[in-house]
T-cell receptor
């Protein structure tokens, strides 16, 4: 029974396409995040969403947008994909100081 | 601007010995520190944490030490086992209450346990 689940696990798409990654958590946590792990293996926060408050990392292009239909879901939409968007994207939810991560989505833009 | 630094990209340790992974931070506002373990093609999983009001936290084979004055923490694994081979991430936060601020991660250290 997965606590934080993301779909798809792998996503290969062409430049210019629009794609979405879904994330669901069944932990009842109030805070959810999207992280990006780039080619240099850094895990960098992209967005955090807490009680309908969205905090955006200012370095994230506005082609990326999170959508939260309800407390258990935080989906990531990406418009006009670029080669540099290729990375592994992790969704996470948080209770107090601990964050729980999904298994990651490896996005490859060709 | 890396606020959390793990200066050793990799570390090789013989099975049964002690593994020591190091982490340095620059942000004085950080008051809670965590270690995560990551296997290939999986998400990071929480391992152990420590509050800034403590200098040591132990959980089985894993112990985390915090030196606030040096802005340094370390993870000790003893004895090291083959299943410990993974990438270990150090993380820090100034918001231990679970609010909107996320965790700031280091770049990770790849621990390899040699038989």
């Amino acid at each position: 029974d997965t606590a934080v689940s993301q779909t798809p696990k792998y996503l290969v798409t062409q430049m210019g396409n629009d794609k979405s990654i879904k994330c669901e958590q069944n932990l009842g946590h109030d805070t959810m995040y999207w992280y990006k792990q780039d080619s240099k293996k850094f895990l960098k926060i992209m967005f955090s969403y807490n009680n309908k408050e969205l905090i955006i990392n200012e370095t994230v292009p506005n082609r990326f947008s999170p959508k939260s239909p309800d407390k258990a879901h935080l989906n990531l939409h990406i418009n006009s994909l670029e080669l540099g968007d290729s990375a592994v994207y992790f969704c996470a939810s948080r209770h107090r100081a601990e964050a729980f991560f999904g298994q990651g989505t490896r996005l490859t833009v060709v | 601007d890396q606020q959390v630094k793990q200066n050793s990209p990799s570390l090789s340790v013989q099975e049964g010995r002690i593994s020591i992974l190091n982490c340095d931070y620059t942000n004085s506002m950080f008051d809670y520190f965590l270690w995560y373990k990551k296997y290939p093609a999986e998400g990071p999983t929480f391992l152990i944490s420590i509050s800034s009001i403590k200098d040591k936290n132990e959980d089985g084979r894993f112990t985390v030490f915090l030196n606030k004055s040096a802005k340094h923490l370390s993870l000790h694994i003893v004895p090291s086992q083959p299943g410990d081979s993974a990438v270990y991430f150090c993380a820090a936060t100034s918001d231990s209450g679970g609010g909107a601020d996320g965790l700031t991660f280091g770049k990770g250290t790849h621990l390899i346990i040699q038989p």
